[in-house]
């Protein structure tokens, strides 16, 4: 007797099994499975912008060693060399493409040669960007127009250019914001209103295309482990506290490993979420900062 509600409070909370895929809405797709097979990524084509240097680089290497084909972007054709020859032998392929994402002659170049050289596209991770220093006040809308530039409205050209091969796919548009497309930490220029409009971007684009079977992933990672870190920013630190030229504008975060963090992005992909913060903790601050704007600007005084 005592058993009998339990039980029927059990059959209650049953839910049906999906018949559509949860992540992207797409009826005609099947529920993922919980994980996905190890040789996921053999053979995907993908394109890395920012794939010369920095974490663009650590993605490319970890995809490379779960056997991927790779077009590296990037302005410089030197460096997009030696980073190619960085590339572990277990790719699949690795190409180059020497573009400048800010520039629609060059992203419209770039997806001719994707679908030349890969022949399709499974990943697009849009790694390119550039972050500043120096107060809001001193920025002029130039400096500010040439970071929406870079930092976002270069994710609406590419974007722009190669969902279509995406949507064929039902592949994986990746947009590398930061901490700051969700707070906005003083002394990092126009940084954060670019990241903060790529993360707008991000949005519209999961609603618009993810009933389509299009996955878009933001990443949004703190300050990542670099050699240079602490000399990055000097020629920009007059007039700045000294902390704000700092990794992370100064913030309490330790440096996250590109290698890691590069990791934790694929599996994102693989489980199609929507949005990856790292360090996860963050989260809390956000949830904070939304619910009483002064007491996260408080917390963001103590964390930097
Ligand atoms: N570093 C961090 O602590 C950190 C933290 C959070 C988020 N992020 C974000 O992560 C991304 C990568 O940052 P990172 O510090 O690893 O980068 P990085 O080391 O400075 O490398 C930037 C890469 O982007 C390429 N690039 C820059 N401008 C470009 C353009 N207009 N067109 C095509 N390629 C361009 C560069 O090659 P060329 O110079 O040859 O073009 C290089 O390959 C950025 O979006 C950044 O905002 C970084």
């Known amino acids: 007797m005592g058993m009998a509600p339990r039980r029927l409070a059990r059959g209650c909370l049953r839910l049906p099994a999906p018949r559509y895929c949860p992540f992207c809405h797409n009826p005609r797709r099947p529920a993922l499975p919980r994980r996905m097979p190890a040789d996921y990524w053999t053979n995907k084509s993908c394109v890395i912008t920012g794939g010369s240097a920095g974490l663009g680089l650590a993605i490319a290497e970890v995809l490379a060693r779960r056997g991927a084909r790779l077009l590296l972007v990037g302005r410089n054709a030197e460096r997009l060399a030696v980073a190619a020859a960085r590339i572990p032998a ?13 520039w629609q002659e060059d992203v419209d170049r770039l997806a001719a040669t994707a679908q030349e050289k890969l022949g399709g596209l499974d990943m697009l991770c849009h790694c390119a960007g550039r972050s500043t220093r120096g107060g809001l006040y001193d920025t002029t809308p130039e400096d500010m127009q040439q970071l929406f530039d870079v930092n976002c ?51 519209q684009l999961r609603l618009e295309f993810g009933p389509q079977g299009l996955h878009t992933l933001l990443a949004c990672p703190g300050p990542i482990h670099r050699d240079d870190a602490g000399e990055r920013y000097a020629h920009q630190a007059d007039g700045i506290p000294d902390s704000a030229a700092k990794p992370g504008g100064g913030a309490k975060i330790a440096a996250i490993d590109p290698h890691r963090l590069s990791e934790q992005i694929l599996r994102a992909c693989e489980r199609r979420r929507a949005e990856l913060i790292v360090p996860r903790s963050a989260k809390l601050l956000f949830t904070l900062a939304q619910l009483s704007p002064r007491l996260g600007d408080w917390i963001l005084r103590k964390k930097t």
Do not use: F, N
């Open 153 to 203: 409205l270069s994710a609406v050209r590419l974007a722009r250019a190669l969902v279509p091969s995406l949507l064929t796919s039902h592949g994986h548009l990746v947009l590398i914001g930061s901490l700051a497309s969700k707070t906005a930490l003083p002394y990092l220029g126009g940084y954060p209103a670019s990241k903060h409009a790529l993360a707008a971007v991000a949005q």
């Open 90 to 102: 277990t790719a699949a392929a690795v190409e180059v493409c020497p573009a400048d994402v800010t």
